[in-house]
């Protein structure tokens, strides 16, 4: 029996994500720190296929669930699947990345398997043969480091903290573990994914940097005009141009709740900080929005973090970015977008 | 000016009936929330005997947790559509605290409070204070599991780990489950279908043959509503009486040890650039960029 | 918009206002609303067979925001609370202790003195030696008894109001409902009938949004408290239909502005400790540091009224007070928490409105409660509570309605009679030599505190907009005309105030701000009073005339406003005011240098009911 079970699931393609691919490395980190083995356990469409893909990652040994039920994220039988994993693999730790469907159905799974569960996990160590993970509280502001001695134990390990796995396919040689799924667990269909309708304007994950626009932006300029639609043409040449995610301040998307005429393509989908998300980037430009705590929060795992801002007082300028621009950002933006081609 | 002569006792009744009358078909949504550090207050961490805390935690002004209140406006909206349906919030926080947060957040939308007198700290354990949630619905009068709809935030502003709403289904056996829900469209035949957040900025969209389910709300599509001092006034005459009957519950770290809680120093050496062209600074921009 | 159909709610007893005043007014009160079985002792007039309905509407977000802390004796205030320590009550609030007064030299050299300022200044210099021995500043080695603070409680009103409000509605007798602005109070002739709430679903010109649209409700009652404090929309609503009683006036006032601080680990300063000054930034200016326990202060400036200059930015001299050394050495290396401003009025029992009338009553410090010799209001409004309580429960225990003749008789009876009225008496004098600046206000608050009120100052009161000179006036001799023109022009253009670039024409060091104690002003606002509006209220600052503005050259509104809420328009234009940024502190309405033409008495500005504001209790 494994010391540490992984959970992983397939994305609709039958592949891992990138951030499966990276709970691949920190799991294969952990268990040489523990000196102990690993099994891996996949659940969702072509799992024993996808097992095979990642077959020289170390693991002692595979599981799957690959029936019909889990090809798509459903909590019901998504979280049957998951504890029977759990309980087939008798692991006293479980890992498993914190993908929408795991956020969704592993507190569930460690529930029915009487396991303990902590999430948002950013770092594991072990101290004196102890596990110690790390985590926020009150959405970023403040680091925990925490243990627990009860097993099992699952944690969901936030993307981002550890490059992807990289390594052989070959032979799993997966054992499916046999699930049963009664009627009442198949009551919610799944109908599909839904883009939103102006797909470009989106949080991306996989983009290198953060685009983040401020009310600033729809705020009356310096003619004492409003310049919406110039805001909007400048934003979104330079999100075409530049490849950048889009998020956007919470002043900036209540304005839009408000009714106020505002950036169209703005939702509470872009908002970053206290209230929104707290996305990972390896850089990060703030235009026209001020920098405060609570939005500054949600900048937690920018790396590289830039501001254009009027005010040489913002917060972005007391030790939250590394560069701020006193400049004008209609001006810079047009300029940028210009260079950009 | 013409008065409308809606006064509040008579709202109060039109509660009471909606409450007694057994045969009317609607829903019963279980809002399940509290209060948390209005979201521009400094925190700082302190170590108390139970554990980790905030600094002044009591005095801390708070809020209604955001994700949470996104719940309860959208439950009021569909509680609104459905006729018949019942609105409760299950809040566990301290009394005094709840009490003052009430004042706000009863003037809101009509719900009826069931409270409990506990912390609100983010460092409690989340299956501890699932299964003092999950108790207080179990024990409310009346519930009717086959028009039950357990709502909440998809994660608190205060613990933040998206586990809470999941652990509560589970110990009331409710196996339909959404997280991170930004929409909710019910059908005549009782039938739903749900809009939840998924990676990449887009949703996984399904139906659920109806009641019961758990549906952990991102933050919808409703703004926040005005304040009603009637509304606020129908509220106070349940909630002054669940406050007072509000029971203690102990709920604690459960098994964590916590080793460390800090707020780290991440004070960057900021590079201010003044008085320079917007051309030179768009070239440094791009140059970065790129880099 | 009188065609509005609005929601009607009845209660028996509405109060408008939060504050000392009306927390004092209802633990009176709901002491005496149940018999001794627990059964009710009133029955409700509007809901027979109710108990008495009790409505309270705040302004702010919640209860505690909108105040500031102090240094008060509070005897009445713990005569209110006998079983009670309150330093062990509240958070924070500890017993005064150790007593300071410091006159601050001007060691940079850069304030506005007059003669007898540097009189005074030679005076403490020469006579340094003989008292306490201190960075740039000589401590009075006596103070006055009127000033003496001892047995008193240092503490901030936020706590102690969050304390009260919870323990009030614990009882379940009353309803304290913050973040509903009071519009106006209902008329009928000259009877007032309830208040009207603000309307909600706005734009920001007050129509209406269609989808989200909430007219202001009519809460109608027999008894209307009114304890909005003394810019308070309903009480100044109630001036502008009855007008002040002959012989009052309200020309004076101050903006109180104040910081909570961390203290750095190296201050040895002790919980209890009470510091004024006076002497600098300017010798108009007043300062305050109030110290906690755990490390942490209370500290800040008053502004007031007869600082004639119309550069009166509150917060620059607020940071430069903050470093003059005698401060500075205390509080370097600490952590600004928490900050707010509030107006106060300053013409204490002289500025008293028309304390009742049929259907309503006027408590604390917009009844004119403050006492000026003693700088005291805090508890004194609260006393004023305490006595309309005792009153109205008279009424209701005789079964009487609440008339003007009847509130005469019971409440204002007992104001007259009371400690409080003598005590005010007293005082009403004391500042009438500042109408002629600072040496000479000095002069007459001594003879006044020593004398007991028997021998005063006099001086010719003006509104404050008859006072404010002109900015050459204020600069002459320091920035030349030219200079001032063009500094002037140059603001215009970049829509910013002046006080930053005319006061370091002047000769004021720039502020360097380390984001931590020194920070811009609308990291202040954020960081420090954590201010934040919801949308959907419209602005509740507007100009009476914008033709007036268009040619008004001191623009004072911009200067003082604690906020940067109202700021330079388009050139020629009106000033614009941004909702989101006001903390309610209503120093606009007094600092502005136009009358109405119609109203001499009376300001360009109009300053209505609005919501949001600070969110921090710590004040």
């Known amino acids: ?341 | ?291 | 918009m009188s065609t509005v159909e609005r929601m009607k709610m009845e209660a028996d007893i509405v109060c408008v206002g939060f504050g000392p005043a009306t927390a004092g007014f209802l633990t009176t009160l709901t002491r005496a609303l149940l018999k001794e079985d627990g059964s009710p002792a009133f029955e409700s007039k509007v809901m027979p067979g109710m108990p008495l309905q009790i409505m309270c509407y705040e302004r702010a977000d919640d209860i505690g925001f909108g105040v500031s802390g102090v240094v008060t004796k509070g005897a009445f205030i713990k005569a209110s609370f006998p079983d009670k320590d309150l330093t062990k009550e509240i958070p924070n609030a500890v017993a005064a202790s150790d007593e300071k007064v410091a006159y601050l030299f001007d060691y940079l050299g850069v304030s506005q003195r007059d003669t007898g300022t540097k009189f005074v200044d030679a005076v403490f210099k020469g006579g340094r030696f003989f008292m306490g021995k201190c960075p740039e500043a000589a401590e009075l080695p006596w103070i006055p008894p009127f000033l003496r603070k001892e047995g008193g409680i240092v503490m901030s009103i936020g706590s102690f109001i969050s304390w009260v409000g919870a323990e009030l509605m614990s009882s379940g007798l009353v309803q304290i409902w913050p973040g509903t602005p009071v519009s106006e109070p209902v008329f009928e002739g000259d009877k007032v009938v309830g208040v009207r709430l603000v309307d909600q679903g706005v734009d920001l010109q007050g129509n209406p949004d269609p989808a989200t649209f909430m007219p202001g409700m009519d809460v109608h009652a027999p008894l209307v408290v009114v304890g909005d404090g003394p810019v308070g929309s309903v009480g100044r609503k109630l001036d502008d239909h009855f007008g002040l009683p002959e012989g009052n006036h309200q020309h004076d006032w101050a903006v109180g502005m104040k910081a909570v601080i961390e203290l750095p680990e190296s201050c040895t300063l002790k919980p209890g400790t009470v510091i004024h000054t006076l002497g600098y930034p300017e010798q108009e200016i007043f300062g305050f540091m109030y110290v906690y326990p755990d490390r942490t202060a209370s500290l800040g400036i008053f502004v007031p009224s007869w600082f004639d200059s119309p550069v009166r930015t509150t917060y620059t001299y607020l940071q430069h007070w903050m470093q003059h050394p005698y401060i500075w050495r205390h509080i370097e290396g600490g952590r600004l928490r928490s900050w707010g401003a509030k107006s106060l009025q300053e013409s204490g029992v002289r500025g008293e409105p028309y304390l009742t009338g049929d259907g309503y009553v006027r408590i604390g410090e917009g009844s004119g409660t403050t006492n000026v010799l003693t700088n005291s209001g805090v508890d004194e409004a609260w006393h004023s509570g305490v006595l309309l309580a005792e009153g109205v429960i008279d009424l209701l225990q005789r079964g009487e309605t609440f008339t003007k003749a009847n509130l005469d008789a019971t409440y204002v009876r007992r104001r007259r009679e009371d400690k409080l009225n003598a005590d005010l008496q007293k005082a009403k004098r004391a500042r009438d030599g500042f109408q002629d600046g600072f040496f000479k206000g000095m002069m007459g608050t001594g003879m006044t505190g020593m004398t007991n009120g028997a021998m005063n100052v006099s001086s010719q009161s003006r509104p404050p907009s008859q006072r404010i000179k002109t900015l050459l006036e204020t600069f002459a001799g320091r920035i030349s005309e030219e200079d001032l023109a063009a500094a002037v022009a140059q603001c215009a253009k970049d829509k910013q105030p002046l006080h930053d670039t005319l006061m370091v024409l002047a000769g004021w060091p720039e502020i360097k701000m380390d984001g931590e104690l020194l920070m811009s002003h609308q990291d202040v606002l954020f960081k420090g009073g954590k201010v934040q509006a919801a949308g959907g209220f419209a602005n509740h600052v507007t100009f009476a005339h914008p033709e007036i503005c268009r040619t008004c050259k001191e623009r004072t509104c911009i200067e003082i406003c604690s906020a940067q809420a109202i700021m330079p328009g388009e050139e020629g234009e009106p000033p614009e005011f941004d909702r989101e940024k006001c903390i309610h502190c209503g120093a606009c309405v007094w600092s502005c240098s136009k009358a109405l033409p119609k109203d001499p008495e009376k300001s360009n500005v109009l300053f209505g009911a609005g919501s949001g504001g600070l969110h921090s209790n710590e004040n």
Not at chain 1, 178 to 198: N, W, Y
Not at chain 2, 278 to 284: F, N, S, T
């Open chain 1, 1 to 341: 029996m494994a010391d540490i079970l992984l959970v992983l699931h397939t994305g609709s393609d039958g592949s891992f994500s990138k951030g499966a691919l990276e709970s691949i490395a920190t799991t294969v980190d952990l268990s040489s720190k523990l000196g102990g083995s690993f099994a891996v356990g996949v659940i969702g469409a072509g799992a024993g296929a996808a097992a095979d893909t990642i077959a020289g990652c170390g693991a002692e040994k595979f599981y799957v669930v690959e029936d019909e039920a889990v090809a798509a994220p459903r909590y019901s039988s998504d979280v049957k699947a998951a504890t029977a994993l759990i309980q087939k693999a008798g692991a006293q730790i479980v890992l498993a990345p914190g993908s929408s469907r795991f956020a969704r159905c592993m507190p569930g799974a460690a529930y029915r398997a009487g396991a303990q569960i902590d999430t948002h996990i950013v770092a594991l160590a072990v101290e004196a043969g102890v596990l110690k993970a790390q985590r926020w509280y009150y959405r970023q502001r403040i680091l925990t480091t925490l243990s627990r001695a009860a097993r099992p134990w699952v944690l969901l390990i936030e993307g981002g903290i550890q490059p992807a796995w990289q390594g052989a396919a070959g032979v799993a040689d997966a054992e499916s573990v046999a699930v049963e799924f009664t009627d009442a667990e198949l009551r919610t269909t799944i109908k599909g994914i839904e883009s939103p309708a102006t797909d470009a304007q989106t949080i991306r994950p996989d983009a290198a940097l953060l685009f983040v626009a401020g009310a600033g932006w729809t705020k009356k300029q310096a003619d004492g005009a409003y310049h919406i639609r110039d805001a909007s043409n400048l934003i979104q040449g330079f999100l075409k141009k530049a490849g950048a995610s889009l998020g956007s301040s919470k002043s900036l998307v209540d304005l839009q709740s408000d009714g106020q005429e505002t950036l169209s393509f703005m939702s509470h989908m872009n908002q970053v900080g206290q209230t929104g998300t707290t996305p990972r980037h390896a850089k990060g430009l703030s235009t026209c929005c001020h920098g405060e705590e609570p939005h500054a929060v949600g900048w937690r795992f920018i790396n590289e973090r830039r501001a254009i801002n009027m005010d040489a007082n913002c917060g972005w300028a007391q030790g939250k970015a590394d560069v701020v621009y006193i400049a004008n950002a209609f001006e810079v933006i047009a300029k940028v977008n210009e260079l950009l081609g």
């Open chain 2, 1 to 291: 000016m013409c008065s409308l002569a809606l006064v509040p006792a008579d709202y109060t009744q039109m509660k009471i009936n909606q409450m007694e009358n057994k045969t009317m078909e609607g829903l019963q949504i279980v809002v399940c929330g509290t209060l948390v550090p209005d979201p521009l207050q400094t925190l700082e961490p302190v170590t108390t005997p139970t554990g980790p805390g905030l600094k002044n935690e009591t005095m801390l002004p708070s809020v209604l947790d955001p994700w949470a209140a996104h719940s309860l406006y959208e439950a009021a909206n569909l509680a609104k559509k459905v006729p018949g349906s019942k609105v409760y919030l299950v809040s566990l926080g301290p009394k005094a605290k709840l009490q003052q947060l009430m004042m706000t957040v009863a003037q809101k939308v009509p719900f009826e409070l069931v409270a409990i007198d506990g912390t609100a700290g983010g460092f409690t354990d989340a299956m501890e204070v699932a299964k003092t949630l999950a108790t207080a619905i179990e024990a409310i009068p009346g519930l009717d599991k086959t028009r039950l709809l357990v709502f909440g935030g998809c994660a608190s502003a205060s613990r933040d780990a998206g586990v809470t709403m999941q652990l509560i289904g589970e110990q009331l056996g409710i196996t339909d489950q959404f997280v991170g829900v930004d929409e909710i469209s019910m059908s005549d035949d009782g039938s739903f279908s749900v809009l939840e957040r998924i990676e990449g900025g887009q949703y996984l969209a399904s139906t659920c043959a109806g009641a019961p389910a758990v549906l952990a709300w991102a933050t919808g599509s409703l703004p926040e509503p005005p304040n009603n001092p009637q509304v606020g006034m129908a509220n106070m005459r349940f909630v002054m009486p669940a406050l007072q009957k509000a029971q203690p519950a102990a709920v604690g770290v459960g098994g964590i040890n916590f080793e460390k809680s800090e707020v780290p120093a991440q004070k960057r050496a900021t590079r201010i650039v003044k008085d320079v062209s917007a051309d030179v600074i768009a070239a440094e921009i791009v140059e970065w960029i790129k880099g």
